[in-house]
Nanobody
Framework: QVQVVESGGGLVQAGGSLRLSCAAS????????IGWYRQVPGKQREWVAG???????NYAATVKGRFTISRDNAKNTVNLQMNSLKPEDPAVYYC???????????WGQGTQVPVSS
């Protein structure tokens, strides 16, 4: 069974940095489409960043230039490096793994990222 678990969340000051990690089990992150999303209470979950099966990365306009998504095949993780955090970045951050071959999608439980101004 495929599972993804996010980690690395925590309180950080505006302007600071944080690194989130998405660890997969039951599958490999290699060759998968992985996305990071975030959600605040009362709002829809929004896409933040993604990395394709070929390693192509894309970012939401709100985080482009500040966040970096990367894949570590050796550790079977996908990371989200978040720099220059802003007061509008706090949310629960979720990892999503898409397997286009098996046509499955897996979500983690999320990791909280509060940012103090």
């Amino acid at each position: 069974q495929v599972q993804v678990v996010e980690s690395g969340g925590g309180l950080v000051q505006a302007g600071g940095s944080l690194r989130l990690s998405c660890a997969a089990s039951g599958t490999t992150v290699s060759g998968k489409f992985i996305g990071w999303y975030r959600q605040v209470p009362g709002k829809q979950r929004e896409w933040v960043a993604g990395i394709s099966n070929l390693g192509i990365t894309n970012y939401a306009a709100t985080v482009k230039g500040r966040f970096t998504i990367s894949r570590d095949n050796a550790k079977n993780t996908v990371n989200l490096q978040m720099n220059s955090l802003k007061p509008e970045d706090p949310a629960v951050y979720y990892c999503n793994l898409n397997d286009l071959v098996l046509k499955t999608t897996s979500w983690g439980q999320g990791t909280q990222v509060p940012v103090s101004s």
